[in-house]
């Protein structure tokens, strides 16, 4: 068996072509576009280079981007004053405070100050609690778990036979940012969740059962290929940086799945890199049109 391959970057441009198409389309009849407000707390390199990533995806589909910089000494209430200016602001729709921030700030707090209406990351604690909620909707999905979302509906396309409505899944990790709310979205799906962590026994047999497994742990290739079932849909969420001399630029990235032997088993799988990773600020773009559409009633 040959993988069917979900190129993220493929799909997530075509997305952002569909949010750049709407955006002109909101600017000719509103005189307006979207806003996207992004939040650093401190000098942490990835996560200006992250942010950076989202400005200029935003500059791409004609969407207006605003960072904003506080310095790890910032205290609780100038980010929360910050926060607060930003949801009293009509150019910003959406508000993002780029995680992680420094220990002294109750990052939940912080997270509960966004607007609920500009909460396109999906982490409000409103929007996480309806997440939870059997016949509840977020106003906003998480971007990185609506990415995997949107691949397996992809899969659905792509692999006969495949659909998520009675699957039964696993999830690989269980952080609040992507294994917990992709496992609530899975069971949304009406698929069947198992939530892999550090103290489940017997690891090899739980993903050798299942119809989709999703890889969220940031453990470079744990999970072996022929632990795989054959004709299971493979998204590997983890990118990590592992060193390799005999690379170009002496490393390579890698994810949570031993890619080339569980390709040999697995009906759809996704690359790393190239996979989630831009499909992540592709759903967070169109979260943000969607926002942005709500509050001229589009």
């Given amino acids: 068996m040959t993988a069917i391959i979900l190129d993220g970057r493929a799909i997530a441009k075509r997305i952002q072509q569909e949010v750049a198409a709407d955006i002109a389309r909101m600017k000719n009849k509103y005189g307006r576009v979207p806003g996207l407000a992004a939040v650093i707390v401190g000098a942490d390199p990835a996560s200006q280079m992250y942010v950076q990533m989202k400005r200029n995806r935003c500059a791409e589909v004609g969407m207006e981007s605003f960072l904003h910089e506080l310095p790890a000494s910032a205290t609780q209430g100038e980010l929360e004053g910050l926060i607060a200016a930003l949801n009293a602001d009509p150019r910003v729709d959406g508000i993002l405070v780029q995680l992680p921030i420094p220990d002294h700030i109750d990052e939940e707090a912080a997270l509960k100050a966004i607007d609920l209406s500009k909460d396109v990351d999906g982490f409000h604690p409103i929007n996480v609690g309806r997440l ?52 609530l979205l899975l069971i949304h799906a009406n698929a069947t969740v198992t939530v892999v962590h550090s103290r489940t026994k017997d690891i090899p047999s739980l993903v050798g059962e299942a119809d989709i497994v999703i890889g969220a742990m940031g453990r470079p290739e744990m999970i072996k290929g022929e632990w795989f079932k054959e004709g299971a849909v493979a998204i590997d969420v983890a990118t990590v940086k592992v060193d390799d001399p005999t690379a170009k630029k002496g490393y390579v990235w890698k994810g949570d799945f031993e890619y080339d032997k569980a390709a040999e088993r697995v009906a759809a799988i996704t690359p790393v890199p190239g996979g989630v990773g831009p499909m992540t600020i592709a759903m967070l773009l169109k979260n943000t049109l969607t926002s942005a559409q709500r509050s001229i009633n589009v």
């Fill in 132 to 183: 939870t909620m059997k016949g509840r909707d977020p106003l906003y999905l998480p971007a990185t778990p609506y990415g995997c979302m949107y691949l397996l509906h992809e899969a659905e396309k792509l692999v006969e036979g495949f659909q998520i409505e009675g699957s039964r899944a696993v999830v690989l990790g269980r952080s609040n940012i992507v294994g917990m709310p992709m496992a």
